[in-house]
């Protein structure tokens, strides 16, 4: 059945198994509701109004986006409620002033300059949590710098449209973790510096809302306390990193990419591939041995797909062209004119490069388009 | 005049330089005829209409594309003859044969699978060049191997629809060169070699048409004996990997970032700008010491930008953030709210995640979205 439903295809396509999809959306809220935690997913990775809508029927009313132009898309797809999880662009105040107009808006503040910004021209009520910096070194103040939140708070009070809601983290130093050991040490520090925060300011502030949202620590781990709201992202698809960090098993990895082979080098054991830079982007693994992986190569089967075929991965990718390296064993079962199947190194950035998914029923689900 | 014309850009922007960019162009319409060769310019790079009629109203008639999908659509604005450089997928016969009936159509061919599927298939005549490898080992036939393409000129005489056009060598192995000389020595082979199988080919094939690819070569070499004709893409826009490589100078590159700066740490001497991974790609250039750039950053200056600033550059890119790091007595002169430029590593890649290039006049042109 898959089989003929993907034998139409002609060019480099991506695959979404639906099933999976849907298995990683209620895991999450199951472990949201076990902790007690909200659930304000982070749609920055699917970034499709019908996938949002699996959440909606779900119960999830809250959702975080990475940009300005994403939540208009949600919002315009009837979506009440949006955090843009990225520090504000004062530049943009006029859209940011069109979309309070529609629907309760949550922006993230972490200096001064775009918080008088924002003061000076906001026509409608926003609310804002101040961006903590755990240790990813990214962006967010330091946690210690609470003279500097304090500074931030009281310009915030003499605003009638700025309302503080609380601290957000984005520990994408998770993303770089080799263990789950590691992983929790930084969640376990993010969880102490958030308790320590609470206790500061909650009796000013006694609704005082906290939000992280990495993969890694939503997907592994099980101690929440001081945190309300989880909005993790990648979980959705998940892809390759992640199943290395070790926050997913590999058969949850719910898209693929699906190539057509067009040159077959026996001497080599390779396989050249349509699909290149501008069909998966450019992450890879670097593995122990310093080997590229930009993409494993898995097989079609009845239902699903299979596992990654153990060395059978993309080793290197140019604008159009993928090179697979491919066991010499398995060289006779392909076939210039195949279709080869390959798992993302990163789900969000390949995703971000195509209009629709391709579901493995035939369905075609649209999505947002910059 | 500039100034004004960027002051309403709110969100990561694609700027050209029409002026740069229009005399690549001449450039290279002057060294094609300089040294009488036709002149077939890849389209991968801008995958323009408007920009197409450039060249198009500098008397080039014939261009080369990357895919089906983009050769459609420059058919579809008044292309007639194109050449599709990347392996023939064989999936896709149906577009090819939709394709032939609308322009004069050149493929690329270098193994017997595909031949074969082309041969029963086809319904409308086509050319195509089997593609030699001449050392970049990606795609292409050993130069060695004249039994080979012995025997793919022999299916492709039983047919009516197939016709030899000649070679076709991408040099991509230049990309990796680390100066001129070694450039030199890699186009001398590939001469070397064309030059032989012309010698031997040409008693039969006396049309036989042998093209090259490469920016490297192109820009920099001046013997193309043998050789027939050039098709560089990458030179309309060049890029900071080009400059690196030394094929263009700096001030050639046409194309820069415009990110809007969202954060500001001057401890670090660092700023935090809208523009990822989703508005560059992931590209870099490794330094000798390690170091990793993702963009350089130029000064705006009255009609057009500067040179890049001597360590000012991307150092790392995320989904929609990228961190820049800005020389310490530099930092006073940015502010949140500001934009910052950028010069890319990779036009190709950077351009294809837009869908129109802003220039600095104001002016909005529109490039093909797959």
């Known amino acids: 059945?898959?089989?003929?439903?993907?034998?139409?295809?002609?060019?480099?396509?991506?695959?979404?198994?639906?099933?999976?999809?849907?298995?990683?959306?209620?895991?999450?809220?199951?472990?949201?509701?076990?902790?007690?935690?909200?659930?304000?997913p982070h749609f920055k990775t699917h970034q499709s109004a019908k996938i949002g809508n699996w959440f909606r029927d779900l119960g999830v009313d809250e959702i975080?986006?990475?940009?300005?132009?994403?939540?208009?898309?949600?919002?315009?797809?009837?979506?009440?409620?949006?955090?843009?999880?990225?520090?504000?662009?004062?530049?943009?105040?006029?859209?940011?002033n069109e979309l309070a107009k529609r629907c309760s808006l949550t922006v993230f503040i972490s200096n001064k300059d775009s918080l008088n910004k924002l003061k000076e021209s906001l026509t409608s009520q926003i609310q804002f949590f101040i961006e903590i910096d755990t240790g990813y070194n990214r962006t967010g103040i330091s946690p210690e710098n609470t003279s500097f939140i304090d500074e931030l708070l009281q310009i915030a009070e003499s605003s009638n449209q700025l309302k503080?809601?609380?601290?957000?983290?984005?520990?994408?130093?998770?993303?770089?973790?080799?263990?789950?050991?590691?992983?929790?040490?930084?969640?376990?520090k993010t969880v102490r510096i958030f308790w320590k925060l609470r206790k500061q300011y909650s009796d000013k502030y006694p609704k005082l809302d906290i939000q992280i949202g990495d993969t890694p620590s939503c997907s592994l781990l099980d101690h929440f306390e001081?945190?309300?709201?989880?909005?993790?992202g990648n979980f959705v698809f998940y892809d390759l990193t992640q199943a290395n960090i070790g926050s997913c098993n590999i058969d949850?990895?719910?898209?693929?990419?699906?190539?057509?082979?067009?040159?077959?080098?026996?001497?080599?054991?390779?396989?050249?591939i349509h699909g290149g830079g501008v069909h998966f982007s450019k992450d890879f693994i670097e593995e122990e041995d310093g080997t590229?992986?930009?993409?494993?190569?898995?097989?079609?089967?009845?239902?699903?797909?299979s596992e990654p075929i153990e060395n059978a991965y993309i080793t290197s990718l140019s604008q159009e062209h993928g090179i697979v390296q491919i066991p010499k064993e398995l060289m006779s079962?392909?076939?210039?004119?195949?279709l080869i199947f390959v798992l993302p190194v990163h789900s969000c950035l390949t995703a971000n490069l195509y209009q629709h998914y391709f579901c493995l029923d035939?369905?075609?689900?649209?999505?947002?388009?910059?």
Chains 1, 2 share one sequence.
């Not at 895991?27 to 076990?34: G, L, Q």
């Not at 001081?226 to 993790?232: F, Q």
């Not at 035939?362 to 910059?370: A, D, L, Q, T």
Request: with cysteine; proline share 3%; net charge positive.
């Open 164 to 188: 503080f809601r609380g601290f957000y983290a984005h520990n994408g130093h998770t993303y770089h973790a080799s263990s789950k050991a590691e992983i929790e040490e930084i969640h376990t």
């Open 1 to 40: 059945m898959i089989q003929q439903i993907l034998s139409g295809i002609t060019h480099p396509t991506l695959l979404l198994d639906k099933q999976k999809a849907f298995n990683n959306i209620q895991m999450m809220i199951r472990k949201a509701n076990k902790y007690n935690l909200a659930f304000r």
């Open 362 to 370: 035939g369905e075609c689900i649209e999505r947002f388009s910059s």
């Open 226 to 232: 001081g945190i309300d709201a989880i909005g993790p």
């Open 333 to 338: 079962e392909i076939k210039v004119g195949d």
């Open 252 to 272: 949850q990895v719910a898209v693929a990419m699906a190539c057509p082979v067009v040159e077959k080098y026996e001497d080599k054991n390779q396989v050249i």
């Open 64 to 96: 975080t986006v990475s940009s300005l132009n994403l939540a208009k898309y949600f919002v315009g797809h009837g979506w009440k409620k949006v955090i843009v999880a990225f520090p504000v662009n004062a530049r943009a105040v006029e859209e940011i």
């Open 292 to 305: 590229k992986v930009f993409g494993r190569v898995v097989k079609m089967q009845d239902n699903d797909w």
